[in-house]
């Protein structure tokens, strides 16, 4: 059944950013059939109960959590932002959610609230960690008169292989973008560097196949993540270009002003290539280097007070951000403005 109002419980598993793609689908195809708008609510039950407004780790994940995937549904919704709308909510805060029942009886007071007609769950949707609570949850949102559906999507496999089944959209994409690096490092359209290039390339997706490529590759979002490559480019030389001419006024100067500092922060980046892209780039920039990476937390040596302004302003996170997850990104606060957000929680 394709539904006009959707409720998605999220939790942090493996299969979610799937889930996330399969009910954004469902609602833009709806749109599309009927020509009405759709909206797809996405909310994280938090199990602890909060007082006096109290901000925890667990919400501040939760919080994280939802906006990434708000960054995904943005991305998998297209160019077309009327047709369907997100929303995203913590709920279960003024209460302690223990038992299966506890959470279907939030989820059916939130879809009542907002008259949402279709609940969609992610398969690997566990609020208690390890404790399989999915069957019962369902079955009470059902009892109390609500659709529910599972996402069809695989479910993440312990000790997932290596290597994955691939088809031959990935091998071609993976061939063409081997292919065009090697014709790049030749620096030549000479036969010779075509016919090895060639073979280089088919060695390459032959190999990797099954490997580099973690999800379906899709021409669309694939031309527009180029597009968007275009542009960093350019943006990141120049960086890299302004951050020298700083660099060398601090060492050229006769006072030395150098105020070098290790810095932590939390990047709004997800997966491995978005927070290796971001820590490379930190790293290309003169006067900031990148010591450790651990999942999104960034442990950064700085080598002035000007450059970790510029490293908490967010530029190269939000250029990052760009770059992989389109415009809507760019508006996610900035470290510095998350750090200040949570010091006033405090």
């Known amino acids: 059944m394709t539904g006009a109002r959707l409720l998605v419980p999220v939790t942090d598993t493996g299969t979610l950013r799937s889930t996330v793609e399969y009910a954004v689908r469902q609602a833009t195809e709806h749109a599309a059939e009927t020509g009405e708008s759709a909206t797809v609510h996405f909310v994280y039950p938090v199990s602890e109960r909060l ?3 109290t901000e925890t780790d667990e919400t501040r994940r939760a919080q994280t959590l939802l906006d990434q995937v708000s ?3 943005d991305e998998d919704r297209g160019d077309d932002e009327t047709a369907v709308t997100f929303e995203t909510a913590l709920i279960g805060t003024r209460e302690f959610l223990f038992s299966p029942s506890d959470y279907a009886d939030i989820f059916v007071e939130y879809a009542r609230e ?3 007609d279709l609940v969609v769950f992610d398969p690997g949707f566990s609020p208690l ?3 399989p609570l999915l069957p019962p949850i369902e079955n009470g949102v059902r009892r109390a008169g609500i659709e529910v559906q599972d996402a069809p999507v695989q479910r993440e496999r312990r000790g997932s292989r290596l290597v994955r089944r691939g088809t031959i959209v990935q091998y071609f994409a993976l061939f063409a ?3 065009g690096f090697y014709l790049l490092l030749a620096g030549s359209l000479a036969p010779f560097e075509l016919a090895t290039g060639v073979i280089s390339a088919g060695v390459v997706a032959t190999a990797l196949w099954g490997i580099s490529l973690t999800r379906p590759v899709d021409p669309i979002r694939g031309g527009k993540q180029l597009a968007r490559f275009a542009l960093y480019v350019p943006y990141l030389l120049f960086e890299i270009a302004k951050a020298n001419f700083e660099v ?3 060492v050229l100067h006769p006072d030395l002003p150098i105020d070098p500092e290790m810095v ?3 990047a709004a980046v997800w997966s491995t290539l978005p927070v290796t892209t971001l820590a490379n780039s930190i790293t290309l920039t003169p006067g900031t280097l990148t010591v450790d990476v651990s999942k999104r937390h960034f442990t950064v ?3 002035t007070g000007d450059s970790r302004e510029e490293l908490f302003s967010g530029s190269l996170e939000r250029a990052v951000r760009f770059l992989f997850y389109g415009r809507a990104a760019a508006r996610i606060p900035s470290p510095l403005e998350r750090r200040q957000t949570e010091e006033e929680a405090e």
């Open 51 to 53: 007082t006096f407004e």
């Open 248 to 250: 060398a006024y601090v």
């Open 129 to 131: 960690g390890t404790t």
């Open 177 to 179: 973008a081997s292919f």
């Open 301 to 303: 040596h700085t080598l």
């Open 71 to 73: 960054v995904w549904a």
């Open 264 to 266: 932590e922060f939390d």
């Open 114 to 116: 907002h008259d949402l």
